[in-house]
């Protein structure tokens, strides 16, 4: 059944989502460079008040800007390594798919199959329509 999964991602025939929070969450506890680069976010906010007492408010602003463009970079880089992680390992997937935290969507129909829906039914009958 994962391996169904798999290959229609590859076709793009589904699409697999992850929650963002839970993905960086995943990220964070599971690897070093997650929580070394989770953990510089919060270094980096201090560091722009330590700029608006020093150097004025349009400094401020400018690393705040800069924060949030490095968040939101960082979100992205989270989710896609556990992403990756997930394709690769299938208890993993089922771990973080009955918690919620990873949603599937078939392209064609705009159809989300949530949990507790039984993702393999369906992805069986997906595959049998698109490869007879």
């Known amino acids: 059944m994962f391996k169904e999964l798999l290959q229609l991602n590859k076709d793009k025939i589904i699409q697999i989502g992850i929650h963002k929070q839970k993905g960086n969450n995943l990220w964070h506890n599971n690897a070093k460079l997650g929580k070394f680069l989770n953990l ?34 960082i979100t992205k880089i989270a989710t896609m390594t556990v992403k990756v992680k997930i394709l690769q390992d299938e208890y993993l997937f089922n771990s973080l798919y009955s918690t919620g935290a990873i949603n599937i969507k078939v392209i064609k129909t705009d159809q989300i199959i949530k949990y507790p829906d039984m993702w393999a039914n369906e992805i069986i009958k997906l595959y049998q329509e698109n490869y007879k």
């Open 40 to 73: 510089l976010t919060i270094i980096l906010v201090i560091m722009a008040f330590v700029v608006l007492f020093y150097f004025g408010i349009f400094w401020f602003a400018v690393s705040i800007v800069g924060v949030a463009l490095y968040s939101v970079v």
